[in-house]
């Protein structure tokens, strides 16, 4: 199974901030690689998929990048409604795993 | 509107069984593989298992395998998931999503769950 290893676990920051979340997988996903924002009590949300690619409806300050075994989730000037959870996940083969998460707190 | 509604849950003893179903509407169900993804209580997001578009092939996570069955009924646009043998690990919130509507693999739209309770 790959694993799919996020950093940090919490992150505190205020709004207008820019973050950065890091995933890590045991090997490479070939870039079939997304990520998701939950709210506490609610279904997680779409954000990207195949590593960059924003998916419908998601603001532009957010985006995505890298390639193989490594790669980030930025929000570029965070709002009030992105302090939230995020999870990577990977989709290269079966079956697919999840990062353990990342909480962003407002500091 | 994509909408899935979950549906089955409940509070189940040690060693029973359940069946939760998913019925998705304003989409093309049959176009797409299902899955389901799983959360226990204050944990993080575990994919279960996934079904092909037709049916015909099905993955799941080995902490499942063997006791869980997925499987769909394209002609009521419903994707269902069988599970025996529940044990309290098996207590999570039990969400079905949609498949590879934007990138095949990746989950674009989620159902708003259905709580498992494992307890005697």
């Known amino acids: 199974d790959i694993q799919m290893t996020q950093s940090p676990s919490t992150l505190s920051a205020s709004v207008g901030d820019r973050v950065t979340i890091t995933c890590r997988a045991s090997?490479?996903?070939?870039?079939?690689l997304a990520w998701y924002q939950q709210k506490a009590g609610k279904a997680p949300k779409y954000l990207i998929y195949?590593?960059?690619s924003l998916a419908s409806g998601v603001p532009s300050r957010f985006s995505g990048s890298g390639s193989e075994t490594e790669f980030t989730l930025t929000i570029s000037s965070l709002q009030p409604d992105d302090f939230a959870t995020y999870y990577c996940?990977?989709?290269?083969?079966?079956?697919?795993?999840f990062g353990q998460g990342t909480k962003l707190e407002i500091k | 509107e994509v909408q899935l509604l979950e549906s089955g849950g409940g509070l189940v003893q040690p060693g029973g069984s359940l069946r939760l179903s998913c019925v998705v509407s304003?989409?093309?169900?049959?176009?797409?593989?299902m899955s389901w993804v799983r959360q226990a209580p204050g944990k993080g997001l575990e994919w279960v298992s996934a079904?092909?578009?037709?049916?015909?092939?099905?993955y799941y996570a080995g902490s499942v395998k063997g006791r869980f069955t997925i499987s769909r009924d394209n002609s009521k646009n419903t994707l269902y998931l069988q599970m025996n043998s529940l044990s309290a690990d098996d207590t999570a919130v039990y969400y079905c999503?949609?498949?590879?509507?934007?990138?095949?693999?990746?989950?674009?739209?989620w159902g708003q769950g259905t709580v498992v309770t494992v307890s005697s």
């Open positions: 999503a949609i498949q590879g509507a934007s990138s095949s693999g990746s989950f674009s739209y």
């Open positions: 079904v092909s578009d037709s049916g015909g092939s099905t």
């Open positions: 195949k590593a960059s």
């Open positions: 996940q990977q989709y290269n083969i079966y079956p697919y795993t």
């Open positions: 304003g989409f093309t169900f049959t176009s797409y593989a």
């Open positions: 090997q490479s996903t070939n870039s079939w």
